[in-house]
């Protein structure tokens, strides 16, 4: 492997050679987990809990609930994942031995479909492997770009995020006419092969990743200026921010390194609700499809299958969005930041499940709408995927400081958790039925859009890449290594 930091070069508008490996990993690992999370709702609705679930109770309820669990699991354990990755063992092994727990995880899915201990393990596994190597890959595309070709790294975001969606894709549209032709187990089998393949494909790069090494027993971590700057709250200057108290006992990369992870903290909040309702396009969308007529012309589609509109849409979107509309936008002479597409994204957002809403309105009295409609608050929603999370990926990266990168980007994972924690509750409780639920998750992102302008309004933006770590000061004098941004 490659040395921990490479050297910053002349500029230069090459790609480095390692990228393909990692992109190449992605497409193939998210076409695994797409291609299982397009058919679990449906899965556990009409397969595994028809024979556990008691007559008098709502499969379909019981199966979002189940479903966002997992999905809690999925993007709590970046938490635990980033961490290794930071402080033990470094991403490129977290990646590579949770790609294997990952394996194992598919196989359970498909050798114990009819076993609900056996399938529930195999979620439980998936979890951890997915769940620990998410925050690992982003970072690591980050890891491999120098002050040299540093500006490439929106463009190659874009591209990492493209691969994601075109493996989701090919999982959407393949996988459910799997299920109702071949059953289960194939079903599950072929995403487990493509997990398999992804986890060939990362080790086949090992000779040429840029290995970033974890940092061990950092005295000045963000716990430990929190603390120091709690302890000594009295001694901090009128006027000045509350972990400047640290400053006696950490340096200022430290301190100015814990207030970006603050700084975003607090940028994360207001994604959360993004999350609400995005995650449940697997579930309470494709639920709310199979009920509509699900023949276009010559065609019949599986209500899992409609899944395959937002992967469709964000390849087609990314490029017109990135090399065509914020240029364009941007030569008008106001630039489409990433603190303004994300506010935009939200509402976008709760348009999206207002339509929703309607279409619910008109089905419950009694008119049946055909599959094609949920092409419109699909739609709108990837506009918004686009905005808000696309967006995210590289916001948390660049906004993190070196020593934190992937826990920073655990954190940007686990407002998706809380997310789909809160989202497996109200439906384990039947608290919303019919178009409540889509106006009630839509008012929520409403009101989140304005709280996330509020708070982007006073970020104050700054960029960290491999071989310039050193943050711009509080006061606004620039310092070596980093860039100031317009918010």
């Known amino acids: 492997m490659a040395a921990a930091a490479p050297r910053a070069d002349a500029r230069t508008d090459r790609f480095p050679p390692q990228i393909p490996f990692i992109i190449g990993n992605e497409a193939c690992e998210r076409f695994s987990f797409y291609g299982m999370r ?22 379909a309820a019981i199966a979002k609930s189940h479903f966002h669990l997992f999905m809690f699991g999925v993007y709590w354990f970046p938490l635990v994942g980033g961490w290794l990755a930071d402080r033990v063992f470094g ?29 529930y ?21 980050g890891d491999q770009f120098t002050e040299a070709n540093k500006h490439l790294i929106n463009k190659v975001f874009s591209v990492f995020y493209w691969s994601i969606n075109l493996g989701s894709f090919f999982a959407a549209l393949f996988i459910p006419a799997v299920l109702a032709k071949w059953g289960p187990a194939v079903a599950f089998g072929i995403p487990g092969v493509l997990m398999l393949l992804a986890t060939i494909i990362f080790w086949a790069g090992r000779r040429h990743y840029v290995v970033v090494p974890p940092t061990r027993h950092d005295p000045h971590s963000f716990l430990r200026v929190v603390g120091s700057a709690l302890r000594g709250r009295g001694k901090k200057a009128p006027g000045s921010h509350w972990l400047d108290a640290a400053r006696a006992e950490h340096p200022e990369l430290a301190v100015e390194g814990s207030k970006a992870v603050l700084r975003l903290v607090l ?12 995650d449940q396009k697997a579930s309470t969308l494709v639920l709310q499809a199979k009920v509509m007529d699900p023949h276009v012309g010559p065609f019949t589609f599986q209500p899992s299958q409609i899944q395959i509109i937002n ?28 603190l303004r597409r994300m506010p935009l994204g939200m509402v976008l957002c709760a348009a999206s499940y207002a339509i929703a809403g309607l279409f619910q309105i008109r089905m419950d009295a009694g008119q049946v709408l055909n599959i094609a409609w949920m092409v419109l608050p699909y739609a709108v929603l990837t506009v918004a995927e686009i905005l808000v999370s696309t ?12 020593e934190m990168k992937s826990v920073v980007q655990s954190l940007w994972l686990m407002a998706t958790a809380l997310a789909n924690i809160f989202v497996a509750f109200i439906a384990r409780i039947d608290a919303f039925k019919g178009p409540s639920q889509f106006f009630f998750y839509g008012t929520l992102a409403l009101l989140a859009g304005l709280m996330l302008w509020l708070v982007a309004r006073k970020f104050k933006v700054r960029d960290y890449y491999q071989g ?18 317009p918010a």
């Open 91 to 119: 991403k490129f092994k977290v990646i590579f031995w949770l790609s294997l727990v990952y394996c194992l995880g598919h196989a359970c899915l498909a050798f114990f479909e009819d076993v609900p201990t056996g399938f």
């Open 468 to 485: 310039g770590g050193t943050p711009v000061p509080t006061d606004g004098r620039e310092a070596a290594g980093t860039q100031a941004r």
């Open 267 to 278: 940028l994360f909040i207001p994604v959360m609700f993004f999350w609400m309702i995005f």
């Open 121 to 141: 393990l195999g979620l439980l596994l998936i979890a951890v492997g997915s769940g620990g190597i998410k925050p690992c890959v982003a970072a690591m595309v």
């Open 38 to 59: 397009a058919v679990l709702t449906i899965f556990l609705a009409d397969y595994l809990l028809r024979e556990t679930v008691g007559p008098g109770e709502d499969r």
């Open 391 to 402: 967006t995210g990926l590289e916001f948390a990266y660049t906004q993190a400081p070196r």
């Open 311 to 338: 992967p469709a849409l964000v390849m087609l979107l990314i490029p017109l969005l990135t090399l065509g509309v914020y240029p364009l936008v941007k030569r008008t002479g106001w630039e489409l930041t990433p």
